[in-house]
């Protein structure tokens, strides 16, 4: 160990046993080999059904057939993927830049529009990012790396998404890493992709719970409640809407009422007659039923009120929403309180976790994508440039006055493209060589007012 002394050279000092920096790790993460119930143990998981794999089917279920779960995904996920991506210089190398801008298909931060590459089988980032944010649904979202060599220079392919539900294992460190993962093998044996060739998307991530948490964890409990209300308020409407039909025999003849074996005998096939005919009665045009002399056929209702499904029902809706901060998704509805203020603090908190979320997909893709192309062409010591999200909520379009008084302040100098940027937004029509005119640079004063001759 190195120390200034006084006369501010450095010299070397004696280290203490023990107070030396640690390079190997004593304590672990992981307590015990892969399995269910490290699994289990680790996403600290009490719901038998929402333990892996049983949970991305729940997961799944909630999402294709919840229009609240839908909306609130669809109003978390379509921002992240419609805001602006682009790649920061950062200090790299122009060719660096350039090299990434174009394998990624992104533009350079402060530049004009760059001309990429051809896109057909080639690597897409709006596709790349639907897929990365179903790490939201079901907790991860796995990727395989794939490059190819041209003209002594590597370039990404793709990013092979890895189904959450091929994926039979997990292989993680003792100290919490992750090692590979294994896919279920089409022909028997398993497929194993190391962590090298892997760029991983986890969802809350703790510790070795490289399976992560589901935004619809939180959710899962009114999703149930709500799927079960619904079942009965269906149930209601079918049994009580139409009423349940209900059959009176008709009155015994005398001639049968003298014999206890007629009797019997005729109770028995009025009865069952009846039963045949309320069960088989169908509302419809032709709708219609035939019956014996002094038999009667009504439809009877509940007596008193039906329970008011609806209440409960949007209550799961409002907490469906609410467990992912978007609140104000319900506001606007029958039953909904509150001021525009109060919707847009909520709007606010939840743009906020968009901006979080988004800059957790950059990291992933920062060191798992970015870093790994520097990486394969120039070496670790190259600096690399990053992959930067626009922030959600501060995009405001220019309105034309805007774009007038920021001229008019010399902030912006039209140019050609701002003019054809400008006619193209406000359907304008295209600027014609031949008719063109040069825009006066100064306003020509008003001519001074004849005098006014005396009476």
């Known amino acids: 160990m190195l120390q200034l002394n006084e006369q501010g050279l450095f010299q070397p000092v004696a280290v203490a046993p023990g107070s030396r920096p640690a390079t190997v790790e004593r304590g672990y993460q992981s307590a015990q080999l892969p399995g269910w119930g490290m699994f289990s143990d680790e996403s600290h998981e ?18 294709r057939e919840d229009p609240q779960v839908g909306s609130v995904l669809r109003a978390v ?20 830049v350039e090299h990434v801008a174009n394998n990624l298909g992104l533009p350079i931060k402060g530049r004009g529009p760059l001309r990429l590459l051809r896109t057909r ?32 220079l590597v370039y990404l392919r793709k990013l092979g998404w890895r189904p959450p539900r091929s994926i039979s294992r ?50 899962y409990k009114m999703w149930l409640l709500k799927d079960r209300g619904l079942r009965t308020q269906a149930l209601t409407l079918e049994r009580n809407g139409l009423g349940v039909p209900v059959y009176e025999g ?44 002094s038999a009667s056929l009504t439809l009877k209702g509940v007596d008193g009120r039906l329970p008011d499904t609806d209440k409960p029902i949007r209550y799961y809706d409002e907490q469906i929403a609410r467990s992912m901060l978007a609140n104000f998704l319900n506001l606007g509805g029958d039953s909904s309180k509150g001021s525009y203020a109060l919707g847009a603090t909520f709007e606010d908190f939840f743009t906020g976790s968009l901006n979080a979320l988004s800059l957790q997909v950059a990291d992933v893709m920062q060191q798992h994508v970015v870093e790994d192309l520097v ?33 008019d302040a010399g902030v912006v100098i039209p140019d050609a493209v701002l003019e054809e940027a400008t006619r193209s937004r406000y359907r304008l029509p295209a600027k014609d060589e031949k008719t063109a005119r040069v825009a006066p640079t100064t306003i020509p004063a008003a001519a001074p007012a004849a005098p006014e001759e005396d009476a």
């Open 77 to 96: 996920t379509t921002p992240i993927r419609r805001t602006p991506w682009m790649i920061d210089p950062a200090g790299a190398r122009g060719v660096v």
């Open 375 to 407: 990486d394969w062409n120039w070496g670790e010591a190259e600096p690399a440039p990053r992959i930067v999200p626009a922030v959600i909520g501060e995009d405001q379009a220019i309105t034309p006055e805007g774009l007038g008084q920021l001229i």
């Open 250 to 293: 008709a009155e015994m003849p005398e001639a049968v009422a003298k014999s206890p074996t007629e009797r019997d005998r005729w109770q028995t096939s009025e009865r069952d007659a009846g039963l045949r005919v309320a069960k088989e009665f169908r509302a419809g045009d032709g709708a219609g039923a035939s019956i014996p002399h």
């Open 170 to 219: 997990i292989v993680v460190a003792r100290d919490g890493g992750l090692e590979a993962i294994e896919q279920e093998g089409l022909s028997g044996s398993d497929i194993r992709i190391p962590v090298a060739r892997l760029v991983a998307y986890v969802n809350d991530r703790e510790g070795a719970n490289w399976l992560g948490q589901s935004l619809l964890r939180t959710a």
């Open 46 to 63: 009490t719901n038998a059904e929402l333990v892996w794999p049983a949970s991305l089917e729940v997961y799944h279920r909630m999402r």
């Open 121 to 152: 089988g080639r690597f897409s980032f709006e596709e790349h990012l639907r897929h990365a944010l179903l790490e939201l649904v079901y907790g991860h979202s796995f990727f395989e790396q794939v490059f190819f060599v041209q003209d002594g």
